[in-house]
């Protein structure tokens, strides 16, 4: 099992939308309680839009952090434990999948058009790589000999990484990638990280030609 993760995007593509309608669900439930305080020190802590909340309703009563990296999503970044000092990946979980649970359930009842994703706690190839096209194209990549840097290889690994780059609903998660290369296919640890770079540093560069 591994810590599962939590995004969340509103139609409007906003994350200081996204943030006070994160407000709005905590004030209308009893299960989760705002904490101004520590939101204020995070956001200038990280120089981005956040949100903090405590889940109220089961020790170790944890707080939930949020942030954005882009100015339009939202995702969990830490969720800590207030009365002992570290909680179990089956905790973290749990308290994490509640929460997704009932922001969704907030949402669709009151029309805020939120996507609430949670991923997977499975290390699966699926939960790394999103996109049936894009991960159709990693795993044509695996099917030959990923490992032997030859040309032929690494080009099949360069059209996975531009078809991610183009299809809108494709992502990697490269540091579950990783670790799934590692634990569930038994890669060596070097080869694992040539793999990742190159698709991290790939998707950088298309990206900053898109925006060009």
Same mark, same amino acid.
């Given at each position: ?15 200081? %939308? ?63 434990? %207030? ?55 990693? %795993? ?18 360069? %059209? ?53």
């Amino acid at each position: 099992m591994i810590f599962r993760e939590l995004h969340i995007q509103s139609k409007e593509g906003d994350s200081r %939308q996204l943030v006070e309608k994160l407000r709005e669900f905590t004030e209308a439930s009893s299960n989760y309680e705002s904490l101004p305080e520590h939101t204020a020190r995070y956001r200038q802590m990280i120089g981005a839009d956040s949100y903090v909340l405590l889940a109220c309703y089961k020790e170790p009563l944890p707080s939930i952090h949020l942030a954005s990296s882009d100015g339009a999503t939202m995702h969990v970044t830490n969720i800590v434990p %207030q009365t002992k000092s570290e909680m179990s990946v089956e905790e973290y979980n749990e308290f994490l999948s509640r929460f997704s649970d009932e922001l969704g359930r907030y949402s669709r009842k009151h029309r805020l058009g939120l996507r609430v994703r949670l991923s997977s706690d499975e290390l699966t190839l699926e939960s790394a790589v999103s996109g049936p096209k894009a991960r159709e194209r990693f %795993q044509r990549f695996l099917a030959h000999h990923p490992t032997s840097y030859h040309r032929c290889d690494t080009l099949r690994l360069d %059209q996975f990484i531009g078809a991610v780059s183009r299809q809108r609903k494709a992502r990697v998660d490269t540091d579950r990638l990783n670790r799934y290369l590692i634990e569930v296919l038994g890669w060596d640890a070097a080869d694992a990280k040539w793999c990742v770079d190159r698709v991290r540093t790939g998707l950088e560069v298309l990206e900053a030609q898109r925006v060009r």
